[in-house]
């Protein structure tokens, strides 16, 4: 509608068509009066003409005409596609019922009575245009709600609701057809560490460029692995967070599900720019198929969620097809979760110990706390199987309090006992660390244990810290100001920046166990492991590698003036019975050469 004035309609076109020369002239000058443009017309045939042509906001017709009639030509409007919600104000007599109830059954929207009361006739176009407008509105926000609801606000992909429509849809028709349904379950890999350290604007544009290089990836992938016909359909959403879930309708050999997977794979990780920053992100894919994985979309979408876990599980950046075997180990896994949240209760618990070695007197100076759990049916579980799942569901924090309080109560009996001055190094997880109460609960393990602060080493990962830079910051001084030394663990395998590392305040930098396995063999691990020597004698840091086995990485390590060593070459983790006899003896004779 051509109004710039709101509520006043002013140029709202109105169409007016009136067999009678008379009322058409008064009419017209009615309704330009009250600065409507208006449009005449003496019959039905040219009021459809012009209709078409100028598409008013508003059409008054006469019921009575020669000819064509105002209800045909009523009819005719509102079979034309610009003409379903335009108002139609049919002009007829008061007493004519009859062509009342014609005009409404054929889509009329009200009816002016003649004779006609002049005055009002321009209070009763805006009345019906404002009526308009609002049902337009109403209209709009309908498809816009139904959008939202439909639709992932982040990406536009549609949403978790939609896609479980649209696949039980494909499904009923599989069922008939007797074809495959393809459900792929994908997840970026260690997504949470460019969120943490780049922060989560960056990560919503990274979600949005991986769900374009989907959209655009797919239908090629689809024209690759099948014939595709107009009947067949792909779908890809985004279920929320880092997770989005394709459908391949009409699959004839699962191993076309399998190139179109490999496809995904490669395009989602090729170096994604946003910005100054250039980043990798993996994909890991689950597959379920229709109908030996499921028979419905709830069944089809878990089993494809359990197989993308074991993707992850068998190295990430691959795809895994769904098998009942992989259900059993998720069943596991919820029972694993059942058994963590009693475990301290039941004091399942214990700590072993392993030593810190200095490299130049080869005596332990040092070690670390490592948690392990002996399970009373499964027996010890690995840290790499239970960690995760306490970090998911909160129970770290309690977990991570015990092995606070034990570790260094262990640490102060060692002291108490005469013992050579031995550090304790205690792992945080960044869910321990993001915590506001973190400091005060070390003050008060402090105080409760009676261990010297200066005994006590926090180890945490470069993604923990990188988070909310300038708070950890200074929850970090809290800790160097008690007295506390602290390690950033994993060093060099995650997304450290320079300028902020020379504000931490850090005392030692823990090699990742990557970079020496194959130190001895891999010249870039050798070159790398150089580069954060270099960095730690910049900045007057120490420097300690663990997973050390062999005498030749310990001669490179030794070559580049490491400080500090930990690892089987010296000792495995000890339990505290055999670490404090480790303490009191030494290191034995043939592991020092």
């Not at 229709?290 to 599980?313: F, R, T």
């Not at 810190?356 to 100076?365: M, R």
Request: hydrophobic letters at 40%; one cysteine or more; a negative charge.
């Amino acid at each position: 509608m051509n109004n710039n004035s709101g509520e006043t309609f002013q140029n709202a076109k109105v169409l007016i068509c009136d067999d009678d020369p008379t009322y058409l002239l008064v009419m017209r000058d009615t309704l330009e009066s009250e600065n409507f443009q208006v449009i005449d017309a003496a019959d039905g045939d040219t009021a459809i003409t012009k209709y078409l042509t100028y598409q008013p906001d508003i059409v008054l017709l006469d019921v009575q005409m020669p000819g064509m009639s105002g209800l045909e030509v009523c009819k005719q409007i509102r079979q034309h596609k610009a003409g379903k919600d335009v108002p139609i104000l049919m002009v007829t007599g008061a007493d004519d019922y009859a062509s009342i109830q014609s005009a409404y059954d054929i889509g009329a929207t009200d009816f002016l009575p003649k004779p006609i009361k002049w005055p009002i006739v321009g209070h009763r176009v805006r009345y019906m245009l404002r009526t308009r407008n609002a049902l337009r509105d109403l209209q709009s926000s309908e498809e816009q709600l139904r959008y939202l609801a439909y639709h992932d606000d982040l990406t536009g992909l549609a949403n978790r609701q939609s896609f479980r429509e649209h696949l039980q849809k494909f499904l009923t028709l599989a069922k008939r057809d007797n074809h495959h349904v393809g459900v792929l379950f994908i997840d970026l890999d260690r997504f949470k560490r460019i969120n943490d350290t780049l922060g989560h604007e960056f990560g919503d544009k990274l979600l949005a460029k991986v769900a374009k290089i989907l959209l655009n990836n797919l239908r090629d992938c689809d024209l690759i692995a099948r014939d595709a016909r107009e009947d067949d359909v792909s779908e890809v959403a985004r279920l929320g967070g880092d997770e989005f879930i394709v459908m391949l309708s009409k699959v004839t050999d699962t191993n076309d599900i399998a190139q179109v997977a490999q496809r995904i794979i490669d395009s989602v990780s090729k170096p994604i720019k946003i910005g100054q920053y250039e980043v990798v992100v993996t994909p890991s894919l689950g597959i379920s198929v229709y109908p030996h994985d499921g028979e419905n979309g709830e069944e089809l979408m878990k089993n494809a969620d359990v197989a993308m876990y074991y993707a992850k599980e068998r190295g990430r950046r691959c795809y895994k097809f769904y098998s009942d075997s992989l259900n059993a180990r998720a069943l596991e896994r919820l029972q694993l979760e059942e058994s963590l949240r009693t475990a301290l209760v039941r004091e399942e618990f214990e700590l072993y110990y392993q030593p810190q070695v200095d490299l130049k007197s080869e005596q332990i100076t040092s070690v670390e706390a490592l948690i392990r759990w002996n399970h009373p049916t499964l027996g010890m579980v690995s840290p790499g199987e239970f960690i995760p799942i306490a970090e998911e569901t909160g129970l770290i924090i309690e977990i991570g309090e015990w092995v606070m309080k034990t570790a260094c109560a262990q640490a102060k009996s060692w002291i108490d006992e005469g013992f050579p001055p031995c550090r304790m190094s205690i792992n945080l997880s960044s869910v321990q660390f993001k915590r506001s109460a973190l400091t005060e609960t070390i003050k008060d393990v402090i105080e409760e244990t009676g261990l010297p602060p200066e005994y006590l080493e926090l180890e945490l990962t470069e993604s923990a810290v990188m988070t909310d830079v300038e708070q950890n910051i200074q929850r970090l001084k809290q800790l160097k100001n008690m007295g506390i030394k602290i390690a950033i663990d994993d060093f060099g395998t995650g997304y450290s920046s320079l300028s902020y590392l020379k504000k931490f305040p850090i005392d030692t930098l823990k090699i990742d166990r990557s970079f020496v396995t194959d130190l001895a063999e891999n010249k870039e691990d050798e070159a790398i492991v150089k580069a954060i020597m270099a960095l730690a004698d910049t900045m007057n840091l120490g420097v300690i590698a663990e997973g050390v086995e062999s005498q030749s990485q310990l001669a490179i390590l030794r070559q580049y003036e490491c400080e500090l060593i930990q690892g089987y070459l010296f000792s495995r983790p000890l339990n505290k019975d055999d670490i404090g006899m480790l303490l009191k003896t030494g290191l034995p004779k043939r592991k020092q050469q």
